[in-house]
């Protein structure tokens, strides 16, 4: 095997992949991944395991019982399966003399500052220790509000927590394809993507079946926050033969998204990965040129509507006069306090509020544009 550089990388498997498409485990197909997985570590990369299967493995482990379709019955085969699904790994690991560390997220764990930094402390202690990291959704306890939903968002999330090189989304199909070849025989894959935008995402469907969870559109989703951050992400057949190994020694395979230039400092991926937004800003053309041409911070004078409440520190989303979406960034005023502020001069604040917390409304360090 050749690897030019040793990379950190996610590798998210989907129940699509880790059931073959039947109502069981296919740990005949995970021994195989297991083992590419492995070769990659002893060469020297970093692995982090996101699994699906929690519920799917529940289910066989359960003997298919029949159940209801609610929150609870859902929760109740996650927190049966995914003691199984871990067991299943660690003994597979086990086989190639490797660890895993069980990470159960939820958008909470990650949407705090002080928590989001707990984890990635977590992931770098087991990396550190050469430990396999296998992440999943805590869907145990995990209400819809506190939930990332689906496992391709969450893989995106752990890609940027870890400072990962790659994230791989292994699937069912052998990558995006035009449209959703389940119906349209006719699709063609799309081997390289520079640039997501809503063309991209008007041929990216949902799942095909009941057992996936968001299909292509959560991995569009998933590929742009990562691709962003400065991660490559690569959207391909988990059945592939040796798919991990292709993909890690840069071989074409799937569909590639290519990472912008240069990646974002650890406080700014936080802002992207992070709480989703409680607000917007809708600011002139003069402010939107000066964050994303200059770089610069964002000016009350720059600000022409303010929507939602929110708090200091809270996230905000950032839209021009057409409501498109330009960037993230946290809020240093409150909105009750921004709405005062809105098209007036920095020097004015004291006088308007009484008090100031400084001359920005979103600092530049706190801001992202994307
Ligand atoms: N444009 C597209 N290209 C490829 N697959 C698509 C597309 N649109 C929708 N899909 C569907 O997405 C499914 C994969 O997602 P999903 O079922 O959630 O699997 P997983 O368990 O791997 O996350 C495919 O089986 C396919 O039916
Ligand atoms: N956390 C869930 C899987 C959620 C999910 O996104 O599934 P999938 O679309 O198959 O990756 C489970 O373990 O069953």
């Not at 095909?208 to 299909?215: A, C, E």
């Not at 100031?356 to 409304?361: D, K, M």
């Given at each position: 095997m050749q690897h030019s550089f040793k990379k950190r990388v996610v590798v998210k498997l989907g129940t699509s992949v880790l059931t073959s498409g039947s109502p069981r485990l296919d740990r005949a197909h995970m021994v195989e991944l297991v083992r590419q997985m492995a070769r990659l570590h002893r060469a020297g990369h970093e692995i982090i395991l996101v699994t699906s299967g929690a519920i799917a493995a529940g289910r066989e482990h359960l003997g298919f019982p029949e159940l209801s379709d609610s929150v609870a019955s859902k929760q109740m085969l996650a927190a049966v399966g995914q003691s199984q699904l871990i067991q299943a790994w660690e003994q597979l690991f086990n086989l190639y003399g490797l660890h895993v560390g069980q990470m159960l997220l939820t958008r909470a764990d990650l949407d705090d500052r002080e928590r989001y930094l707990n984890a990635r402390d977590t992931m770098q202690a087991l990396l550190d220790n050469r430990i396999i990291p296998v992440i999943n959704e805590n869907d145990a306890v995990a209400t819809i509000e506190i939930k990332v939903g689906d496992n391709d968002n969450l893989s995106a999330l752990a890609a940027l927590l870890a400072q990962a090189d790659l994230l791989l989304l292994l699937t069912d199909q052998q990558g995006l394809f035009s449209a959703d070849p389940r119906n349209n025989p006719d699709a063609k894959l799309i081997?390289?993507?520079d640039l997501i935008d809503d063309d991209l995402r008007a041929l990216a469907g949902g799942s095909?079946?009941?057992?996936?969870?968001?299909?292509m559109a959560t991995k569009l989703q998933a590929a742009d926050v990562a691709m962003r951050a400065g991660v490559e992400v690569v959207i391909a057949?988990?059945?592939?033969?040796?798919v991990i190994e292709q993909i890690c020694t840069g071989n074409a395979i799937g569909t590639r998204f290519n990472a912008a230039a240069s990646g974002l400092d650890e406080r700014k991926r936080w802002i992207l990965a992070?709480?989703?937004?409680s607000g917007q800003l809708r600011l002139d053309d003069g402010a939107v040129n000066a964050l994303c041409g200059k770089g610069s911070s964002l000016l009350p004078k720059g600000v022409t509507a303010v929507l939602g409440q929110f708090k200091r520190g809270d996230a905000l989303q950032l839209q021009d006069q057409q409501g498109r979406v330009i960037g993230r960034g946290i809020a240093r005023y409150h909105s009750d306090e921004m709405i005062k502020l809105q098209g007036q001069h920095s020097r004015d604040i004291e006088t308007i509020l009484?008090?100031?917390?400084?001359?920005?409304?979103?600092?530049r360090n706190d801001l992202v544009v994307l």
């Open positions: 081997e390289q993507v095909g079946t009941n057992l996936g969870t968001g299909g057949a988990g059945h592939a033969d040796g992070g709480p989703p937004p009484g008090f100031s917390y400084g001359p920005v409304v979103i600092h």
